[in-house]
């Protein structure tokens, strides 16, 4: 591995093309610079320096060498800057986790928005991953802030999390079925009529718990599809393969085939959240959390 420090002596020797002004330069002495540049080009093989009484000049390989190491003390320059400012949260980039209902429901576009007037050099990273994926990022710190749809347990040791909002799940119908004209749909209208489930975790439980919810308010949908995704089963539900429960957020437009129900005796509802590590290491991540929580209606 380069030391930086050998490569920044060496510079130093290659442009002053003397030991002695090289050492005056880095207020060190002569003989450990010499040793220095010695052992660097030990550990290269390669031989950096023509050497005579009167001067030492760059060899051919040497002025390549010369280029290149430059270049990466330049960058590596740059690295430190970047580090520090990034530490006092002037500016540098956000590595941000969401899952989809952080898009449409505006949580996430809202608070970029305000990122962007308050910090307009910033740079931001988004990866669009499930929740487990996002945790397992934010411990290991290739993340900064996660929204997801179920939050950490309350006893994790690393992890803490606060609740974004709830956007409730409203009955959608193919506009020629029976009950698109009813205003007042019960549960036993909806018990045994098929139905498109929708759900993108990777949990096997979740259909289990679709079920669930359904029967505790008192009907039991004849699955016939499932659908990854609220558009896809807009879709379906648009082509009269079934009903669908699809949030809120993905139904204010008019969707053409599908005809949009409340139901106010079901409660089910697609929960968002936003999750950090407990422990702040730069300013600019727990203050775009705060712009996240300040931004994002409250859960009822």
């Known amino acids: 591995m380069l030391d930086l420090r050998q490569l920044r002596y060496f510079v130093t020797v290659a442009e002053t093309e003397h030991v002695g002004r090289a050492a005056e330069r880095l207020h060190i002495s002569q003989s450990p610079l ?37 270049a990466l003390l330049r960058h590596a320059d740059r690295l430190e800057n970047l580090g520090r400012r990034l530490g006092r949260g002037e500016e540098g980039g956000l590595c941000i986790g969401y899952v989809s209902d952080a898009m449409h429901t ?20 988004l990866y669009d991953q ?3 994926d996002q945790f397992e990022g934010l411990r290991q710190r290739s993340l900064d802030i996660a929204l997801v749809r179920t939050p950490p347990p309350e006893d994790d040791p690393d992890l803490d999390a606060s609740a ?19 205003e007042d ?23 289990d718990a679709f079920v669930a919810s359904c029967t505790a308010s008192g009907f ?8 990854a ?26 969707t053409e085939g599908v005809v949009v129900r409340e139901l106010p005796w079901y409660d089910g509802s697609v929960r968002l959240w936003a999750a950090w ?23 009822e």
Not at 43 to 65: K, M, P, W
Not at 286 to 295: D, H, I, K, Q, Y
């Open 34 to 70: 010499s040793r220095q540049i010695a052992q660097l080009e030990k550990n290269l093989g390669l031989a950096l320096f023509e050497r005579s009484q009167q001067r030492i000049r760059l060899t051919s390989d040497g002025h390549v060498f010369l280029t290149e190491a430059r």
């Open 106 to 125: 505006g949580v996430l576009p809202t608070a970029l928005r305000t990122l962007r007037e308050e910090r307009p050099g910033i740079h931001v990273a």
């Open 130 to 132: 499930e929740s487990a």
């Open 164 to 182: 974004l909002l709830r956007d409730p799940l409203l009955l959608t119908l193919p506009e020629d079925h029976p009950l698109a004209g009813r």
């Open 185 to 207: 749909v019960t549960p036993d209208d909806l018990d045994g009529q098929p139905w498109i489930a929708v759900g993108d975790s990777p949990s096997p439980g979740w259909r």
């Open 220 to 227: 039991t949908p004849d699955i016939r599809l499932d659908a």
């Open 229 to 254: 995704d609220a558009l896809t089963a807009l879709g379906l539900v648009a082509s009269g393969l079934g009903l669908a429960f699809v949030q809120r957020s993905m139904v204010r437009g008019s």
């Open 277 to 299: 590590h407990r422990v702040d290491l730069r300013p600019v991540v727990s203050s775009f959390r705060e712009t996240v929580l300040a931004g994002s209606p409250r859960p």
